[in-house]
């Protein structure tokens, strides 16, 4: 399989630029994010990290006062261009954020929500579907008996496998995590993590983390930033033992945290 | 200071809050028990739903029914309710989730400065604006006659009068909903509309139904403005264009002027009495609306 017949799964980023107003927030990324990797975004509180994965499913525009210019190319198509259906994008892109926000609804319908609002109506199929992706999360054993009650009733660290579930229901190429272990307790974060590792070999998966540690332990492919730029980015175990830049070498080592 | 001084001080300024929160709490026993009072004497002489369902109001003659009231009241509030709801969930969606914020810096200042307008105001410009539109579009659209005094001019002046109170709770309710969860909603591919149907108006459910509770016990109770374009005929109304008077209209209307009527003052003090029930049973039904609703959302 050459990489030019399949684009799948493919993230370039060309001469990106975000700018809050009149805040500079990220300047000039350009990467290629690797394929059926787990890439790690790594760097200081306030270094853009966040910014940047918000840019991969456009929820950066839900903020006010953004300006993006640059090429952001997803399987080959700059999802910033204005032809681009946003709905389209965001449906390729599975979302983990910091904390689980479990919808309003029950277990079944959370899960159910994506494929619904994409025009899903069969019955059937979307009992499968919950049963399926339940299973991938490793959240079935434990919650087949009351799919129908409040998912809100459910602890933390379900909530978060609920979501990385309803995620992964509407068929996403990617998944996206932003810091998504950041507020769970470590058994919790540990089967996180191991789904994610799992999850590597049919998704690309780029992750936020402000653990060194956590990066160190799931990353293939690590990004650095700084104020806005990428310093460095790298296969993770040469970064991580050789850094070539200073400000890399300052916080792999926590000179600067 | 001393510890001790201080600390005296601490507890007797406690005591003292503690002494006016139950007071402000108190008030609404004496008042309730105030109008029981001085409604008794009426309802020694007949059953309280006698009063409820007779339409027959002749003082002179000592007949006190008061259904045309209660009819008035009900259709009034409801025509209110019924313009205003849905246009303050729209409104207030559109500023929540739409409008960027110089707009929103624009429109909520003039929205409080609405909720402050006297009602006597409302009330001139219900019989300048809403009379005349009432009378030669609305009534010879449905083919009527109507002087303009009608229930849907009070409905109508109502719900003007609601939409600043609703309009204020529900983008508190809305700000509640957090951006986390609206964002979760669209990174699955919804649309806009789709996480507000689905995400925000769920989630926001319960403090809808606390916010119409609110509105509604207003709109029960507001006087002035209605009373000044109602048309305030004594009889059971058949069409929202017709003439009515609602009970606090009768009341302010009549009380001050009973002349020398036996059970006069204790009638209107009965009005007073279904008026205070009926806010309190619409009350208590949206409380357990609300309960029921919380626990379905867990």
Request: glycine content about 6%; hydrophobic content about 45%; some cysteine.
């Given at each position: 399989?050459?990489?030019?017949?399949?684009?799948?799964?493919?993230i370039?980023?060309?001469n990106?630029n975000?700018?809050?107003?009149?805040?500079?927030?990220l300047?000039?990324?350009?990467?290629?994010?690797?394929k059926?990797?787990?890439?790690a975004?790594i760097?200081?509180?306030?270094?853009?990290?966040?910014?940047?994965?918000?840019?991969f499913?456009?929820?950066?525009?839900?903020?006010?006062n953004?300006?993006?210019?640059?090429?952001?190319?997803?399987?080959?198509?700059?999802?910033?261009?204005?032809?681009?259906?946003?709905?389209s994008i965001?449906?390729?892109?599975?979302?983990?954020?910091?904390?689980?926000?479990p919808?309003?609804?029950?277990?079944?319908?959370?899960i159910t929500y994506?494929?619904?609002?994409?025009?899903?109506?069969n019955k059937?199929?979307?009992?499968?579907?919950?049963?399926?992706?339940?299973k991938?999360?490793?959240?079935?054993e434990?919650?087949?008996?009351?799919?129908?009650?409040?998912?809100s009733?459910?602890?933390?660290?379900?909530?978060?496998r609920?979501?990385?579930?309803r995620?992964?229901?509407?068929?996403?190429?990617f998944?996206?995590?932003?810091?998504p272990?950041?507020?769970?307790?470590?058994?919790?974060?540990k089967?996180?993590?191991?789904?994610f590792?799992?999850?590597k070999?049919?998704?690309?998966i780029?992750?936020?983390?402000?653990?060194?540690?956590?990066a160190r332990?799931?990353?293939?492919?690590?990004?650095?930033?700084?104020?806005?730029?990428i310093?460095?980015?790298?296969?993770a175990k040469?970064?991580?033992?050789?850094?070539?830049?200073?400000?890399?070498?300052?916080y792999?080592?926590?000179?600067m945290? | 200071?001393?510890?001790?001084?201080r600390l005296?001080?601490?507890y007797?300024?406690?005591?003292?809050?503690k002494?006016?929160?139950?007071?402000?709490?108190?008030?609404?026993?004496i008042?309730f028990?105030?109008?029981v009072?001085?409604?008794?004497?009426?309802?020694?002489?007949?059953?309280?739903?006698?009063?409820?369902?007779s339409s027959?109001?002749?003082?002179?003659?000592?007949?006190?029914?008061?259904?045309p009231?209660?009819?008035?009241?009900?259709?009034?509030?409801?025509?209110?309710?019924?313009?205003?709801?849905?246009?303050?969930?729209?409104a207030?969606?559109?500023?929540?989730?739409?409008?960027?914020?110089?707009?929103?810096?624009?429109?909520?200042?003039?929205?409080?400065?609405?909720?402050?307008?006297?009602s006597?105001?409302?009330?001139i410009?219900g019989?300048i604006?809403?009379?005349p539109?009432?009378?030669?579009?609305?009534?010879?659209?449905f083919?009527?006659v109507?002087?303009?005094y009608s229930?849907?001019t009070?409905?109508?002046?109502?719900s003007?009068?609601?939409?600043?109170?609703?309009?204020n709770?529900?983008?508190?309710v809305?700000?509640?909903?957090?951006?986390?969860?609206?964002?979760?909603?669209?990174?699955?591919?919804?649309t806009?509309?789709?996480?507000?149907k689905?995400?925000?108006?769920?989630?926001?459910?319960?403090?809808?139904?606390?916010?119409?509770a609110?509105?509604?016990?207003?709109?029960?109770g507001?006087?002035?403005?209605?009373?000044?374009?109602v048309?305030n005929v004594t009889?059971?109304?058949?069409?929202?264009?017709d003439p009515?008077?609602?009970?606090?209209?009768?009341?302010?209307?009549?009380?001050?002027?009973?002349?020398?009527i036996?059970?006069?003052?204790?009638?209107?003090?009965?009005a007073s009495?279904?008026?205070?029930i009926?806010?309190?049973?619409?009350?208590?039904a949206?409380r357990?609306?609300?309960?029921?609703?919380?626990?379905n959302?867990?």
């Open positions: 399989m050459s990489q030019i017949e399949n684009n799948k799964g493919s370039q980023v060309q990106l975000v700018y809050y107003g009149e805040r500079h927030a300047k000039n990324l350009n990467i290629e994010i690797p059926h990797k787990l890439t975004i760097g200081p509180s306030g270094c853009g990290k966040t910014t940047f994965l918000k840019c499913n456009r929820l950066i525009e839900t903020n006010e953004v300006n993006i210019t640059g090429q952001f190319l997803v399987d080959g198509q700059n999802i910033f261009d204005p032809k681009v259906e946003i709905t965001r449906k390729k892109m599975g979302l983990l954020s910091q904390r689980p926000y919808l309003p609804m029950s277990i079944y319908d959370n994506g494929p619904r609002i994409h025009g899903e109506r059937t199929k979307m009992a499968e579907t919950v049963e399926y992706y339940l991938q999360a490793s959240l079935w434990e919650v087949k008996d009351r799919l129908h009650s409040p998912a009733a459910l602890s933390i660290g379900q909530q978060q609920l979501c990385l579930a995620g992964l229901a509407v068929a996403p190429e998944i996206l995590g932003d810091e272990t950041s507020a769970l307790d470590p058994i919790s974060s089967h996180i993590e191991q789904k590792i799992e999850l070999n049919q998704y690309t780029v992750v936020v983390t402000h653990s060194l540690r956590q332990r799931i990353a293939d492919y690590i990004v650095f930033m700084y104020l806005g730029e310093i460095e980015h790298g296969p040469e970064l991580l033992s050789n850094p070539q830049h200073q400000l890399t070498k300052d792999v080592t926590g000179e945290s | 200071m001393s510890d001790k001084t005296q001080f601490d007797r300024l406690k005591g003292l809050m002494l006016f929160t139950l007071f402000a709490v108190l008030t609404l026993f008042i028990i105030g109008v009072f001085k409604s008794y004497p009426i309802l020694k002489t007949n059953s309280i739903f006698h009063f409820l369902f027959e109001w002749f003082p002179q003659k000592e007949k006190f029914g008061l259904f009231f209660i009819v008035s009241t009900l259709w009034v509030t409801a025509i209110a309710m019924v313009l205003a709801v849905p246009f303050c969930i729209l207030s969606i559109y500023l929540s989730e739409y409008a960027d914020k110089k707009i929103i810096g624009w429109i909520t200042p003039l929205i409080d400065i609405l909720a402050g307008i006297p006597v105001i409302f009330g410009w019989i604006v809403v009379v539109f009432v009378r030669d579009y609305l009534a010879p659209f083919g009527k109507s002087t303009g229930l849907i009070g409905g109508i002046v109502l003007v009068m609601i939409v600043p109170v609703m309009v709770i529900l983008l508190e809305f700000a509640t909903v957090s951006k986390g969860l609206k964002e979760a909603s669209l990174s699955l591919g919804a806009k509309w789709q996480t507000i689905n995400v925000l108006l769920r989630k926001a459910a319960p403090g809808i139904v606390s916010a119409i609110l509105s509604l016990s207003r709109a029960f507001e006087t002035l403005a209605v009373l000044m374009v048309g009889k059971v109304p058949h069409s929202m264009l009515g008077q609602p009970l606090p209209a009768l009341i302010a209307n009549n009380y001050g002027e009973m002349m020398s036996d059970l006069y003052d204790s009638a209107l003090l009965l009495l279904v008026l205070f009926i806010v309190l049973i619409f009350n208590i949206s357990l609306i609300l309960r029921k609703m919380e626990r959302l867990g």
